[in-house]
């Protein structure tokens, strides 16, 4: 017997041999695959397409089929959270707004939300003001939806799917523009209201929208629902069903396509969404397809919310009317949208010594907020965005922390790839929609 670096073997009175940890050796050996056995482990991104740019995945596979896999991410950290503690309380509103930036409406809401709790006048908000935040995030919803029905269609090899999507999503930020003066990263939705009123232009352009998406997600079905390899690529493909979606944290359309029917908008109202009426789709599978086909739904009912919004637009004010607070949607913007109007002007530098006062305390420091902290949460399109807030008194926000659904579904994905094939991991990863910037606020 010779004694290796690896084993030391001896030879027992039965003429089998062992090793020193006392495994039957041939019994090993002959359980050994010494091809298909051999794993590797390679990263998969951080690239575009598939893994969203900025995401890393490293897989252990061995073949074709996934034995491990993690998610790295933070190449996009951008420090948002912590930048909020250095600036005044509506400015918090420009920050929050590009995290995630496919859902600028949605970040901003929360925030506003949270900052009026802690200011104890979610009461005071304006009807018209509500009306418009519902208004907004619906065709927020609408819009995300498509960019990832836009985004997986050609990860999975339907290109066309791609260009329909965006060409629909650019409808959205055409009306976006129209409203806010910017198709992304608003800084609209504001504590204690909402920063400027709905044009009339914009209605006309929200009803011809509603008029024309029924039969473009008509088309996207006719695409993509019977095609062959779209239905091979998506059912029965990275499954989840609802007791791991709800043991790892996951929610939003992915938790529903388990055939779980939790939506915030439903089993925690807030913006009144109590008093409009819509379903909540769900789907038993918890597979690719279920996603698919929850996400279409849910555009679906978005519409009818967005229809029930605009049919509950009555004038009126759309900020509180506290003036501490109101700014800066009570100043009068210029002819050339870059500033504020010569007779506002006039008004506070020359004949009202209160109001020059009150705007240049506003400027500099902003509102002070009484000290507390509060947890909001909404209905985002990737799940519960939550909003963590804590005020030590002053201007400024000691802490914002926001509870991401990007962030939290991502832990869902080995769970998902593990012990199917690599080329599933794209299909997987898609259909929980991350979008980085959330992730790695």
């Known amino acids: 017997m010779t004694t290796s670096n690896y084993a030391s073997e001896h030879e027992t009175d039965e003429g089998r041999v062992f090793t020193v940890t006392g495994g039957d050796w041939d019994t090993i050996v002959s359980g050994t695959d010494p091809i298909n056995d051999e794993r590797i482990v390679v990263n998969m991104g951080p690239q575009h397409p598939s893994t969203h740019g900025v995401l890393r995945l490293i897989l252990e596979l061995e073949g074709e ?81 498509l960019v ?41 939705v504001r504590p204690g209201g909402v920063a400027q009123d709905v044009p009339d232009d914009a209605i006309r352009k929200i009803r011809e929208f509603l008029k024309v998406m029924p039969k473009k997600l008509k088309e996207y079905e006719d695409l993509l629902s019977g095609q062959p390899i779209w239905t091979e690529r998506t059912k029965n493909v990275a ?136 947890y909001v949460a909404i209905e985002a399109p990737r799940g519960e965005l939550g909003v963590h807030a804590v005020s030590d008194g002053g201007t400024r926000p000691y802490r914002v922390h926001y509870r991401e659904p990007s962030f939290v579904n991502l832990q869902a994905l080995p769970a998902m790839a593990e012990g199917g094939l690599i080329a599933d991991v794209i299909a997987g990863g898609a259909s929980l929609d991350p979008v980085m910037g959330g992730c790695d606020r």
């Open 65 to 145: 089929t996934v034995r491990e896999a993690r998610s790295v991410v933070g190449y996009l950290h951008t420090g948002i959270e912590k930048n909020l503690e250095y600036r005044n309380w509506v400015q918090g509103s420009t920050f929050v707004t590009r995290m995630d930036y496919l859902a600028p409406i949605f970040n901003e809401t929360g925030y506003a939300l949270a900052v009026e709790k802690l200011l104890g006048i979610t009461d005071d908000i304006t009807e018209r003001a509500t009306t418009i935040r519902v208004l907004m995030m619906e065709l927020n919803r609408i819009s995300s939806h």
């Open 148 to 188: 990832w029905l836009a985004t997986t269609g050609m990860e999975l090899g339907a290109i066309s799917i791609m260009l329909y999507g965006f060409r629909e999503r650019e409808y959205i930020l055409d009306i976006f523009e129209t409203i806010t003066g910017l198709r992304m990263n608003h800084a609209y």
């Open 239 to 374: 499954v989840l069903d609802v007791t791991g979606c709800v043991a790892l944290g996951v929610t939003g359309p992915v938790l529903r396509s388990a055939g779980l029917a939790w939506d915030l908008r439903k089993t925690m109202p807030y913006c009144g969404y109590e008093t409009y009426e819509f379903d909540v789709p769900t789907h038993p599978d918890g597979d690719v397809w279920g996603r698919y086909q929850v996400r279409l739904a849910e555009i679906r009912e978005s519409m009818k919310l967005v229809e029930q919004a605009l049919d509950r637009l009555k004038p009126g004010p759309v900020m509180v009317a506290d003036r501490k607070i109101a700014w800066p949607a009570q100043l009068a913007i210029g002819v050339d949208g870059m500033g504020n109007s010569l007779e506002h002007v006039a008004k506070i530098m020359g004949q009202s010594m209160e109001s020059l006062i009150h705007h240049f305390k506003l400027v500099t420091e902003g509102f002070r907020v009484p000290p507390g902290q509060v």
